[in-house]
Nanobody, 123 residues
Framework: QVQLVESGGGLVQAGGSLILSCAVS????????MGWFRQAPGKEREFVAF????????LYGDAVKGRFTISRDNAKKTVYLQMNSLKSEDTAVYYC????????????????WGQGTQVTVSS
């Protein structure tokens, strides 16, 4: 059974930084594409970033490009999202997700999801 547990969310002022972590159980973590998505109240879930199994392919959503950095530590079975220069519009629940099949911007391609962690950016 694969479980994803996010941590690191919280309240931060605009312009500040946060690091989200996602710890993954299960023996095949190294093969998973790992993604971050977010969902703000009243909005659809939005792609934030993904990294392929070895970090060789990384992609960011346009809204976060240049401010957020995704990384992974396969030995620790953990993926990170470094968020800098946060804006009020980054306020959302952030979800970690794992895909066993492909690299993708689409949430439908992801097989496992965490419970989410709230990020609130005050202006």
């Amino acid at each position: 059974q694969v479980q994803l547990v996010e941590s690191g969310g919280g309240l931060v002022q605009a312009g500040g930084s946060l690091i989200l972590s996602c710890a993954v159980s299960g023996r095949d973590f190294i093969y998973y594409t790992m993604g971050w998505f977010r969902q703000a109240p009243g909005k659809e879930r939005e792609f934030v970033a993904f990294t392929s199994w070895n970090g060789g392919t990384i992609l960011y959503g346009d809204a976060v490009k240049g401010r957020f950095t995704i990384s992974r530590d396969n030995a620790k079975k953990t993926v990170y999202l470094q968020m800098n220069s946060l804006k009020s519009e980054d306020t959302a629940v952030y979800y970690c997700a794992a895909s066993v099949r492909t690299t993708s911007l689409s949430d439908s391609a992801y097989d496992y999801w965490g419970q989410g962690t709230q990020v609130t950016v005050s202006s």
